[in-house]
C-alpha cells in the first residue's frame, strides 16, 4: 500500500511554480497534485482530501483563503501553507486564525517552505 501523503500545490506564476517543485522533488513521501487555476484548484478540493495544500492566497476567481475552507472540510487536519507576494501581517493574522499552518512571502528563496515541509513530515506520520 503506498503511504504517500496527499499534497495539492495550487500557483499560476512560473517562476515560484518552478522554485516550488524543486523543494518538492526532495519530499518523495508526498504524492503531489498540481492546480494552475483556482478553478481547477476548488474542483480538486471538493472532490478529494488532501493532506497537505500550498497555495497561493490571490489567484484570478478565487481567493486561497476559500480553498483553506473547502480543503479543511474534507480534512480537518488538512495543513494549508500560503505563498504570497503580498507582506502583509494582518492578511496573516487571518490566514492563521482560519486555520492556515503557514504563511511564505515570495520571492523568497522558498527555504521557509522547505522547512515547513520538514516540519510536518515529521509531526504528521
Known amino acids: 500500500m503506498d503511504n504517500k501523503k496527499q499534497l ?6 512560473g517562476y515560484v511554480v518552478d522554485r516550488v517543485q524543486e523543494i518538492l522533488a526532495n519530499f518523495p513521501g508526498f504524492e503531489v497534485t498540481r492546480a494552475a487555476t483556482g478553478a481547477d484548484a476548488r474542483k480538486l478540493l471538493l472532490e478529494k482530501a ?44 487571518k490566514a492563521l486564525k482560519e486555520g492556515a499552518f503557514d504563511f511564505v512571502v515570495k520571492p523568497a528563496t522558498l527555504d521557509r517552505l522547505s522547512n515547513i515541509l520538514k516540519l510536518i513530515t515529521l509531526v504528521k506520520p
Open 8 to 13: 495539492l500545490f495550487i500557483e499560476d506564476e
Open 50 to 93: 488532501f493532506d497537505v495544500v500550498i497555495t497561493d492566497i490571490y489567484m484570478n476567481g478565487v481567493s486561497g483563503l476559500e480553498l483553506l475552507h473547502h480543503a479543511k472540510e474534507k480534512n480537518g487536519q488538512t495543513c494549508v501553507i500560503f505563498i504570497t507576494g503580498v507582506d502583509n501581517a494582518d492578511l496573516a493574522a
